[in-house]
């Protein structure tokens, strides 16, 4: 079975600065990965995934997240981050093959000072 | 287009009342998910369905737990006889297809405070 692990509970930056979140995960063969962000009150929203090909992915909102199979990351990142961006950001990982249901991350709240 | 509804947004009831919460996908989409999101806390799995059917129920906390999915849309989660513990935000999540590389597409929840 897959798991994902993020181990920062809180990051704290500045607005205006970059920011990197950090995602490993534990599967067999090259799972199916994604970063969700949930706004408060809110349900999540994909950010972006990766499935295969180029392992830097674009998603939405100005974020990128790189696939390291060799050391069995997803981290996130943003190189300007907006005080808008002040969410939980939850990674996941699903199996290519057998079971479908994706594994969330317990997430990583993201406070961003003026 | 709409997006995954969920009602109702907010619900407040006394301990040992039972609750049910609603979940209306994305339309055409097959696989619904259920899970439940503690303060501070992940997403935890409760149930997935793939049509009508839920192969994998594994995650129920408790035979207090139950859901059904009805034409291959709508979908009701009942939790009888509820428990403090209980509170939490339900989230339902639905997805083209059942295969892993198919993105969920989540509803905004319902909170569930249980007094």
């Known amino acids: 079975a897959q798991s994902v692990t993020q181990p920062d509970i809180h990051i704290t930056v500045s607005e205006g600065a970059s920011l990197e979140l950090r995602c490993n995960y534990s599967y067999g063969a090259t799972p199916y990965l994604f970063w969700y962000v949930q706004s408060p009150g809110q349900g999540l929203q994909l950010l972006l995934k990766y499935f295969s090909g180029d392992t830097l992915v674009q998603g939405i909102k100005g974020f990128e997240a790189e696939f390291k199979r060799s050391q069995s990351s997803f981290n996130l990142r943003k190189p300007s981050v907006h005080w808008s961006d002040a969410a939980e950001y939850f990674c996941a990982v699903a199996a290519s093959g057998g079971s479908y249901i994706p594994t969330f991350g317990r997430g990583t709240s993201l406070i961003v000072h003026p | 287009g709409a997006g995954v509804s969920q009602s109702p947004s907010n619900k407040v009831t006394e301990k040992g009342k039972d609750v049910e919460l609603r979940c209306d996908p994305i339309s055409g989409h097959t696989a619904l998910y259920w899970y439940r999101q503690s303060l501070g806390q992940g997403l935890e799995f409760l149930i997935y369905f793939q049509g009508n059917s839920a192969p994998d129920k594994s995650g129920l906390p408790s035979d207090r737990f139950s859901a059904e999915r009805t034409g291959g849309s709508v979908s009701t989660l009942t939790i009888q006889r509820t428990q403090q513990e209980d509170s939490a935000v339900y989230l339902c999540?639905?997805?083209?297809?059942?295969?892993?590389?198919?993105?969920?597409?989540f509803g905004d929840g319902t909170r569930l405070s249980i007094l």
């Open positions: 999540a639905s997805s083209l297809g059942q295969s892993g590389n198919q993105p969920q597409h």
